[in-house]
């Protein structure tokens, strides 16, 4: 079967729970690429095709989210500590510790 397929191949995982998670879509990309074909820059940032806005939206909750591919572009890593510098039209993350000159 494809599941005793994807399995024997290895393309398995653990749940939470400690059951088996079958892993079929990195099973037929790898397929796939054996056979030649490419899907495209595996290490791609964000989702493939979509370009980046360079724009952020407040949430209704009030936060201001910053998407994954943003960080991984700085190589930001969970826990980096930023100081807010508010400008009029303008948010600045300045890494604490840094000693940039502020542009006004």
Same mark, same amino acid.
């Given at each position: 079967?494809?599941?005793?397929?994807? %399995?024997?191949?290895?393309? +398995?995982?653990? %749940? %939470?729970?400690?059951? !088996?998670?079958? /892993? @079929? =879509?990195?099973?037929?990309?790898?397929?796939?690429?054996? %056979? $030649? +074909? /490419?899907?495209?820059?595996?290490? *791609?940032?964000?989702?493939?095709?979509?370009?980046?806005? @360079? +724009?952020? =939206?407040? *949430?209704? /909750? $009030? /936060?201001?989210?910053?998407?994954?591919?943003? =960080?991984?572009?700085? !190589?930001?890593?969970?826990?980096?500590?930023? !100081?807010?510098?508010?400008?009029?039209? *303008?948010?600045?993350?300045?890494? +604490?510790?840094?000693? #940039? #000159? #502020?542009?006004?």
């Amino acid at each position: 079967s494809k599941s005793a397929l994807v %399995k024997s191949c290895g393309y +398995v995982s653990k %749940k %939470k729970d400690g059951s !088996d998670r079958l /892993n @079929f =879509t990195a099973f037929y990309e790898a397929l796939l690429e054996a %056979k $030649g +074909v /490419n899907l495209g820059d595996g290490g *791609q940032v964000g989702k493939g095709g979509r370009k980046l806005s @360079f +724009v952020a =939206t407040v *949430q209704g /909750n $009030g /936060n201001l989210l910053i998407g994954k591919a943003y =960080t991984a572009m700085l !190589d930001l890593k969970p826990g980096d500590d930023f !100081d807010i510098k508010l400008g009029r039209k *303008q948010i600045r993350l300045k890494p +604490v510790g840094s000693t #940039e #000159e #502020e542009e006004d």
